[in-house]
């Protein structure tokens, strides 16, 4: 069912502890962490502690969440004195999304492009 934990899903096992995480902040709705291959100096992963597969999804059945991910990243932003920083929603494997839980991308520490690559 929507919004259930996965059991084949990475980052359900991270919320539910099962996966070692480098946690930055933790909600009652969102969970953030360090990315392991990150893309920049800051590169955190913020996600909700429901399941919905992409950000669309999630947005459409739970607004009040995804808007908690776009506060705690600009929080987490903050904590990390970041002046300018992106936020990043991938969705579908076109585009490089290779976990299938809604998740943000928070990047800074360095001068981006646009468009991005």
Same mark, same amino acid.
């Given at each position: !069912? &929507?919004?259930?934990?996965?059991?084949?899903?990475? /980052?359900?096992?991270?919320?539910?502890?099962? $996966?070692?995480?480098? $946690?930055?902040?933790?909600?009652?709705?969102?969970?953030? /962490?360090?990315?392991?291959?990150?893309? #920049?100096?800051?590169?955190?992963?913020?996600?909700?502690?429901?399941?919905?597969?992409? #950000?669309?999804?999630?947005?459409? #059945?739970? &607004?009040?969440?995804?808007?908690? $991910?776009?506060?705690?990243?600009?929080?987490?932003?903050?904590?990390?004195?970041?002046?300018?920083?992106?936020?990043? /929603?991938?969705?579908?494997?076109?585009?490089?999304?290779?976990?299938?839980? #809604?998740?943000?991308?928070?990047?800074?520490?360095?001068? !981006?492009?646009?468009? &991005?690559?």
């Amino acid at each position: !069912m &929507p919004g259930d934990p996965q059991d084949d899903c990475l /980052f359900c096992k991270i919320v539910a502890g099962h $996966i070692p995480a480098t $946690i930055v902040r933790e909600t009652d709705t969102t969970v953030a /962490f360090r990315d392991i291959n990150p893309q #920049a100096p800051t590169h955190v992963l913020v996600i909700p502690r429901v399941h919905y597969p992409d #950000a669309a999804s999630l947005a459409a #059945a739970e &607004p009040a969440v995804a808007a908690d $991910i776009l506060r705690d990243a600009g929080g987490i932003a903050a904590d990390e004195k970041l002046d300018s920083y992106r936020i990043v /929603f991938n969705t579908g494997t076109g585009v490089g999304q290779t976990v299938f839980h #809604a998740h943000a991308h928070l990047l800074g520490g360095r001068g !981006m492009t646009w468009p &991005p690559g």
